[in-house]
């Protein structure tokens, strides 16, 4: 349970109804994902190869994502640089996310790691706490597709088959 100070805003927020597409922001863990496992690592919790796979290669397996999880001849070159001896305490102000609010709960924890550079297919798209790459550059990607297929943030088909197990890379 989270105290009064920790709770997540609602004033103001309708429900979306069945549609996903036009709900508003939940709790985002993206940006702090990495420094949390880090975290983990640092305090001896979990393994940083163990963190590797967790994050890469068995996420790439369980949505079937041919190209992902690996560093090899043909994959996509997705890579986050880390600095494993990064200290430093989480501060909502400087999400990056659209639902920057419900950061809030995190602000103040004491993180250990942070991520320095993201490349996405080879291509830098964020360094140093700022998004670098070009709009666009992400591609829609269906699990257990071909990933040539779905260029320029589109996926093929109906809406119907945009919110089936979709995942935006």
């Known amino acids: 349970m989270l105290p009064p100070e920790r709770a997540i805003p609602t ?3 309708e429900p979306a109804g069945d549609d996903i597409f036009r709900a508003p922001p939940g709790l985002c863990g993206l940006e702090v994902m990495a420094p949390l496992m880090l975290t983990a690592v640092a305090d001896g919790r979990l393994t940083l190869p163990r963190l590797v796979e967790l ?3 068995r996420a790439a397996q369980i949505f079937r994502l041919p190209g992902k999880g690996r560093l090899d001849v043909g994959a996509d070159a997705d890579l986050t640089l880390v600095d494993l001896g990064a200290r430093w305490a989480y501060d909502s102000r400087l999400a ?3 639902s920057r609010d419900n950061m809030v709960i995190y602000d103040g924890v004491t993180l250990r790691g942070r991520v320095v550079s993201t490349f996405v297919r080879g291509v830098r798209v964020f360094h140093e706490g700022a998004v670098t790459g070009e709009p ?3 591609r829609f990607v269906v699990p257990g597709t071909s990933m040539a297929t779905y260029s320029g943030g589109e996926a093929p ?3 119907g088959a945009r919110r089936k ?3 935006c890379i």
């Open 11 to 13: 004033s103001g927020v």
């Open 165 to 167: 197990n979709a995942q």
């Open 55 to 57: 994050c890469s290669s």
């Open 136 to 138: 666009g550059h992400g």
């Open 96 to 98: 990056l996310t659209k």
């Open 157 to 159: 088909g109906s809406q």
